[in-house]
């Protein structure tokens, strides 16, 4: 018997089910699964094998990410914590290339076939496919009539953002839980007799659990969906018992049929309970090694690890590590934390805080270790932000040709620059640095440090233009709405005290909804007497039949000469849905805006979309002219350019517009592009769209004036050309910047190599092109060499000068790995030429700093991984110098390259390379250990060497591989 998990609408289709239902009362009568209320610690560990494997089509494509299927093992633990059942992943990956099974016929029985297809003994089997149409995943019940066991998910249904219950869910049919709303009758084809609101019957009727509430299904029935956006319930239905109450479904319950998707997370006691009886009665053979208390299971009992004559700690992720490390310490147990124990003598429970300084803002932390991992300064437990004086902590202070630890009034008052407090003078401490925008004054929402929201990352878009600053904040949340996203506008102009307006209020559930990522891609034109913004949301889902998940939409606000609503809001004037939507388009991911001759337009990129082949990406033009009347349509590039997007292309994942004189650009990359030769070539498209002549319609067929395909000048050099654009428009002349990546050799795909500028410059001369100016921007000496520099990329020109700014959110400062920096190049007689390094002032680990860049009369930089006074993410802004042209050597410094190993030093702590691969690089492997946040597939995550969005054992063998200490 097996249940399936419908894909396009969130349901199930059942087959079999009557009988593994009829199975399971005949169990429970004879007294089977029946199992102590024990709790995790009194309960023997069970570790089940996994065997996946990966269905692609016969030429071997869209099989899919090895990382997410562990990252779905991951999930699948945390779910099944509590009755401690740990799984993980048996042997290596089994790859069945076939059209047949790729794009599998579920409702035909091929299922059965594809379960015989090298099935592991011993083992759950989940088999991956690229497409099941009309469901997501399913799992046999364990019954003997049928032979052919395991467990089917849908590629677009494993681990994603927005669905990481399907595979729980799944496993739970595996080890014999039924759906929540068994029997109801507001679902069709749904046999069993119907549950009581009042659980009377609870252990004869509905999913045969009772403590799970009684459950009406998926809709009401009135046909709407039965949770908004938001998880909460939208209509009431009435006992079918007759009681006259109301249903109060179990909406979070893993077995439901709750959309969407990630409203699910959670299973019940008495569920865990059957799901553990079942594991050891049906589905796991206790003499096999390794299933019962077997030594190696894969999932660790991370503790406390002390060295009492040292006064050191750090978590270990075992005992034996602990030990491995240094054979005098002292693991204190599982479920310990060097947090909770009092950091002198470690080995006493404690729990009190002390005060913390990071840079000027003193913060309460749970003990030294949690302020160390902050670089901050410590003073003490049972100390209070009253006794702490960040202000007087001495730091770096710069001179003309010196660097010297003082006070900051002592540095003000010697001429000097000050750092900030506890920073230190290194080689490069006194290039020129950026000033902190101050984000406090800003009054932005803080995180609640008690939710579980996940960071803000405030600066994942920035747009200035003139003294308009658009900010965005795409993970910005609460506990009952998290990720729903934020954006801001600030006139930089307008004092001490900047104005600052927000786009959408939090409370408006037309915009802000679960997930949805307000403020990932933002653009903004101001001309004249009026100004327009463009925001995207490419999470938004679609409340409708099929449901679409993560399918995106995008939000135009107009203004006239400045932001200036009397309520601190700016509502949209046009809301732009995706017009062709489907599942994980990722639509408005970028976006870009224009004003022209009678209104704006903007581009926006949907760079999943499959327009033209699976996740080809697609783009939208959307035009406000009177004539328009505010249309969207994709532009078809295959009509236009012979060499067109194809499968994996992601075209529309970075976006640019301007407007030339009575010329509006549109530049559109596919950095994915394959162009025959080098994987991952990529490629910009570049077009002219014609002026509206009034009363012309501009409903398709799209037109184009002209037409320029750009692509990466040597494909075996340069990759993922097109990562990166912008356009800029130069008193009538256009010009366009483009980031990409450096190969290590022609079939290089991935994201190793440093980063890269190149600008091209449009000339309207016959025949129209547009030519490469030199030399490429690069800083040869820009460290790490991998996934570097031209994340972001901008142009202006500023007191006469052509300036280009590229970001590097990964690159090194002196011995800290990865806070970030920003490059500025000058335009000089036709050739580029390298100014200067802008660093953060208060710069930290990992921040990300130059992931995001804006400039006109002022630097701004965004760094949404940064942690600032609370805040989650940061800007910073600085005026730009009256000289940009250093007096300096045109030949590079000779820098050490920082080997990605070297993650911390004895001295100064994580994130503070020194040269030396030893046992300080150990514990912070073992110290910042996990799953990284939601944020790794941005801004990337500090200790994970290896690139799979989490610190472990494969990244601490990285380490003691190369271990020179």
Not at 125 to 131: A, K, L, Q, T, Y
Not at 788 to 816: I, Q, Y
């Amino acid at each position: 018997m097996m249940e399936s998990h419908v894909h396009a609408q969130g349901g199930c289709v059942t087959i079999g089910g009557e009988e593994a239902y009829q199975y399971t009362l005949e169990k429970i009568a004879r007294g089977g699964w029946d199992v102590p209320e024990v709790g995790r610690d009194g309960l023997p560990k069970i570790c089940i094998p996994i065997t996946c494997h990966i269905v692609r089509f016969s030429d071997g494509s869209e099989g899919i990410p090895e990382e997410r299927i562990d990252l779905a093992i991951e999930n699948l633990n945390i779910d099944f914590e509590s009755v401690n059942m740990e799984f993980f992943r048996e042997g290596d990956f089994v790859f069945l290339d076939s059209n047949q099974f790729a794009e599998i016929d579920v409702f035909g029985g091929e299922w059965e076939t594809l379960f015989q297809q090298s099935p592991v003994e011993g083992t759950v089997n989940v088999w991956f496919v690229p497409e099941a149409p009309g469901i997501c995943g399913l799992g046999t019940f364990p019954i003997p009539e049928f032979p052919n066991q395991g467990i089917l998910m849908v590629n677009d249904c494993t681990a994603t953002a927005s669905n990481r219950s399907t595979f729980s869910h799944e496993f739970g049919h595996y080890f014999n839980l039924f759906h929540t709303f068994r029997g109801s009758p507001l679902v069709p084809d749904n046999p069993g007799p119907e549950e009581c609101v009042d659980g009377s019957n609870c252990e004869t009727a509905g999913d045969l659990i009772c403590d799970t509430n009684a459950d009406f299904g998926r809709t009401c029935s009135n046909g709407n969906f039965a949770a908004n956006g938001q998880c909460q319930l939208t209509c009431n239905e009435l006992d079918p018992c007759g009681s006259g109450d109301f249903y109060d479904p179990p909406l979070r319950n893993l077995m439901s049929y709750t959309i969407p998707q990630r409203c699910r997370s959670e299973f019940t006691a008495e569920q865990l309970a059957r799901m553990r009886a079942v594991a050891l009665d049906e589905r796991v053979d206790p003499g096999i090694p390794g299933n019962i208390d077997y030594p190696d299971c894969l999932v660790s009992e991370e503790g406390a690890c002390c060295n009492i004559e040292e006064g050191t700690c750090f978590n270990a992720a075992n005992s034996s590590l602990c030990t491995l490390v240094n054979s005098n310490n002292t693991f204190m147990g599982a479920g310990t934390s060097c947090l909770t124990l009092e950091w002198g003598t470690c080995n006493a429970p404690d729990g009190e805080q002390g005060a913390c300084c990071i840079g000027i803002d003193c913060l309460l932390v749970s003990g030294f270790a949690e302020c160390v991992s902050r670089s901050g300064v410590y003073f003490g437990n049972n100390t209070n932000c009253t006794v702490a004086d960040c202000e007087a902590i001495p730091g770096g202070c710069c001179f003309s040709d010196d660097c010297q630890v003082l006070s900051e009034d002592v540095c003000i008052a010697s001429d000097g620059t000050f750092l900030g407090p506890n920073s230190i003078c290194t080689s490069g401490a006194c290039e020129d640095v950026a000033v902190l925008l101050p984000i406090p004054q800003l009054n932005l929402t803080p995180i609640d440090p008690d939710s579980d929201v996940p960071d803000g990352y405030l600066g994942n878009a920035i747009d200035l233009d003139d003294s308009q600053l658009l900010i965005g904040a795409m993970g910005s949340g609460t506990s009952d709405k998290p990720n729903t996203g934020a954006a801001y506008v600030l006139d930089l102009d307008s004092g001490n005290a900047p104005t600052l307006l927000s786009f959408g209020r939090p409370d408006d559930d037309s915009i802000s909804q679960i997930g949805d990522f307000f403020g990932c891609a933002l653009d903004q034109d101001f001309s004249g007497n009026s100004g327009a913004a463009i925001i995207g949301a490419y999470k938004r889902d679609y409340f409708e039949i099929p449901y679409k998940v993560d399918a995106g939409i995008a939000y135009v606000y107009t203004t006239g000469e400045s932001w200036n609503n009397d309520d601190g809001y700016e509502s949209p004037a046009h809301v732009i849905e995706n017009p062709t939507r489907s599942s994980y388009d990722y639509f408005g991911y970028d976006v870009a805006i224009g004003q022209s001759r009678g209104g704006y337009s903007a581009v926006i990129g949907s760079p999943r979309a499959n327009s033209t082949g699976s996740d080809s990406g697609a783009v939208f033009w959307f035009d406000d002219s009177s004539e328009c009347a505010g249309s969207a349509e994709r532009i078809p590039l295959e009509n236009y350019f012979p060499d067109s997007p194809g499968p994996l292309s992601y075209c529309g994942q970075a976006v640019a517009m301007c407007v030339s004189g009575v010329k509006t650009w549109a530049a559109i990359s596919a950095p994915g592009h394959d162009d025959g030769a080098s994987l991952n070539a990529g490629t910009v498209y570049v077009l002219q769209k014609p002026l509206l002549v009034p009363g012309q319609s501009c409903v398709p067929p799209f037109e184009l004036a002209s037409q320029f395909q750009i692509s990466s000048p040597d494909p075996t050099l340069y990759k993922q050309f097109g990562r990166s654009v912008d356009l800029y428009d130069d008193n009538g002349t256009p010009y366009l910047i483009v980031g990409a990546l450096l190969r290590q050799d022609p079939n290089d795909a991935s994201n190793q190599g440093s980063g890269v500028a190149l600008v091209y410059k449009y000339s309207g001369n016959f025949p129209p092109k547009w030519t490469r100016m030199n030399p490429v921007l690069v800083q040869l000496d820009t460290q790490p060499l991998y996934d570097n520099c031209g994340e972001s990329v901008t142009l202006t020109r500023h007191d006469g000068d052509l300036l280009a700014m590229v970001g590097c959110p990964s690159a090194n400062v002196d011995s800290m790995i990865s806070p970030g920096a920003v490059l500025l190049f000058k335009e000089n007689g036709g050739e580029w030429e390298y100014s200067m390094k802008v660093v953060a002032r208060n710069r930290q680990p990992a921040a990300s700093f130059g992931y995001e860049v804006a400039i006109d009369d002022k630097i701004v930089v965004g760094a949404p991984n940064a942690s600032i006074g609370g805040s989650s993410g940061g800007v910073y802004v600085d005026e730009l110098p009256n000289s940009l042209l250093a007096d300096r050597d045109s030949s590079r410094d000779e820098v050490v390259p920082v080997d990605l190993a070297d993650l911390g030093s004895e001295s100064e702590g994580i994130g503070h390379a020194d040269g030396v691969i030893g046992l300080a690089d150990v514990r912070a492997v073992i110290d910042i250990w996990g799953v990284c946040d939601h944020g790794c597939d941005y801004f990337g995550c500090h200790g994970d060497l290896n690139g799979d969005c989490r610190v472990d054992s494969a990244d601490l063998l990285i380490v003691l591989s190369k271990w020179n200490d």
